[in-house]
């Protein structure tokens, strides 16, 4: 199988310098699949015949006013992308959203504006599991392979649970020991003390502000690694976390996209609803699917204000940011990822009219 790239960039000329110098590296990679590199400039022109489309985080030094601003800014490239992925792209493409802000709002818009592929649109969550893999394993003194089976339940970029209900350990060293098939729950090995509580929230929080110089390797991987998955099938048993819209599984609200268990076969995911023993609280599912619904509210104008939900006391068995702490991360993220597009909030369907407006606007490539 031989891969065409193509980096997609409207009308910025030092981008464009910059992505110049990146084809150049990726072609004297000399990769034997990769077939081809290109650039494209051409609003109309792109995603052309795409068959895998990724989608990352814009960035800009435009200065940003409000968390609102942020949100309402990711409609109008959501409408453009959605509606040109649906006229350029290839009939069986598959749209993988990822980045460091409001990942599933932007999934949830795409496929808004890209209603006849919304089934193939979904947000990578395998980053902050390598997250949390590599804590525990920090922990445990193991590799994060030998760690299966984390969840990461919520918002990807913002208020989530890291699961641990369900993971396993292998070739840990310890009184239960055997071949590779055999291992050891990690509830077992660490929930007899409060580490959790204590060390995960800071722990966490020094790997993401790591993350924010060395965090391309963690994006390239998690990506391309969800889309093997998605191409060739998950690993048998394991469990995979995505970003996916919800139908009420779980008893998740309908209409967001949520990160939830699932399992890649045959070219498509399944949701893992025949799990056991991973019900959901009330509270804590409140905690989770607040924010996703106020952000998709205030993208689409039906809420003005944002009101982040303001959780209590946290449970041992997660790894959790504070309610404050949180949005402080989203608005410093989003500084640093707003881009520079209109802020059109009309819900009129795209035309080449439309298109035409974008030409001589600054949109970063994704």
Not at 90 to 95: E, I
Not at 182 to 191: G, T
Not at 248 to 256: A, D, K, L, V, Y
Request: aromatic content about 8%; hydrophobic content about 40%; overall charge negative.
């Amino acid at each position: 199988m031989h891969t065409e790239i193509s980096i997609i960039l409207f009308d910025n000329e030092r981008a464009e310098e910059r992505l110049k110098t990146l084809v150049m590296e990726t072609q004297e990679l000399a990769s034997r699949v990769l077939r081809s590199v290109s650039i494209c400039t051409k609003v109309e022109e792109a995603f052309r015949q795409a068959h895998v489309v990724i989608v990352l985080d814009d960035s800009t030094d435009q200065e940003v006013f409000s968390l609102e601003d942020c949100i309402r800014s990711r409609v109008p490239l959501c409408r453009l992308y959605g509606y040109l992925i649906e006229k350029n792209a290839h009939d069986s493409v598959r749209v993988i959203v990822g980045g460091k802000t409001f990942v599933n709002l932007k999934t949830v818009l795409l496929m808004r504006y890209a209603p006849n592929i919304a089934h193939n649109i979904i947000a990578v969550a395998l980053g902050v599991e390598g997250e949390a893999k590599a804590l525990l394993a920090r922990k445990l003194k193991t590799t994060p392979a030998y760690i299966k089976d984390v969840i990461i339940w919520g918002n990807i970029s913002g208020n989530n649970y890291v699961d641990l209900r369900k993971t396993r350990v292998y070739r840990y060293e310890s009184a239960i020991w055997g071949p590779l098939p055999y291992s050891r729950p990690v509830l077992n090995l660490i929930f007899d003390s409060d580490w959790v509580k204590r060390e995960s929230v800071a722990i966490l929080k020094n790997l993401t502000a790591t993350g924010k110089q060395f965090g391309g390797i963690l994006a390239a991987h998690s990506i391309a690694t969800t889309l093997k998955y998605w191409y060739h099938g998950s690993p048998p048993g394991e469990i995979v976390s995505l970003g996916v819209l919800s139908e009420g599984q779980f008893g998740i609200p309908e209409g967001i996209v949520f990160s939830m268990p699932v399992k890649f076969e045959n070219g498509t995911w399944v949701v893992l609803t025949d799990l056991k023993d991973i019900e959901i609280s009330e509270k804590i599912m409140t905690r989770m699917t607040s924010d996703l619904i106020q952000e998709k509210l205030v993208a689409l104008g039906d809420v003005i204000n944002f009101q982040p939900y303001q959780s209590g006391r946290k449970s041992s068995m997660y790894f959790d940011i504070a309610a404050d702490e949180e949005k402080d991360l989203a608005m410093s993220d989003a500084v640093d990822f707003l881009g520079m597009i209109p802020q059109n909030m009309s819900e009129k369907p795209l035309n080449q009219e439309s298109i035409n407006d974008f030409e001589g606007k600054t949109v970063e490539p994704s």
